[in-house]
């Protein structure tokens, strides 16, 4: 034997050994099932995830007059004080309301029960988003108009 055709199989060996030595790619895959993630993905709402209570104020629109001057409480067991101000009426009487609320399915909107409606929000973080008289989002040009910041 040459020393070429040595230098070949010498190659050839080590090529061979190396490549022998490597894990089939299939053999340890890792199955991820979107199942095993469910439970953790459908349990976080407004509700459990926020810190929603506390004090929220905004401007709302009005018919009538200027506008709203809403002051909602959130506290605990569910309960809320409302203060609304209607702005450019003669008396700038502070209309005060309470009660408990309670949340939807989705734990996403809290209903104010004893109050008119519209009386839903929907709640984000440091923000309510007041909803429609059917309980949908309001949307368009005015949508900013009807939302409560925390404070």
Not at 15 to 36: G, P, V
Not at 102 to 120: F, K, M, R, V, Y
């Amino acid at each position: 034997m040459n020393k070429k055709q040595s230098l070949i199989l010498l190659f050839l060996a080590g090529f061979t050994l190396i490549f022998s030595c490597q894990k089939s790619s299939n053999q340890d895959d890792l199955i991820i099932d979107d199942e095993m993630f469910e439970d953790v993905i459908d349990n976080h709402t407004s509700q459990n995830s926020l810190d929603y209570h506390g004090i929220y104020k905004g401007l709302l629109p009005c018919a009538d007059c200027e506008g709203i001057e809403v002051t909602l409480e959130l506290g605990p067991g569910d309960s809320y004080t409302r203060k609304s101000t209607y702005l450019g009426k003669d008396d700038n009487e502070i209309i005060e309301s309470s009660g408990t609320f309670s949340w939807n399915g989705a734990g996403n909107t809290i209903t104010l029960h004893g109050e008119d409606l519209p009386n839903q929000f929907f709640v984000g973080e440091n923000v309510l988003f007041q909803l429609d008289m059917q309980g949908n989002r309001i949307t368009g040009e005015l949508a900013d108009n009807y939302k409560l910041n925390k404070q």
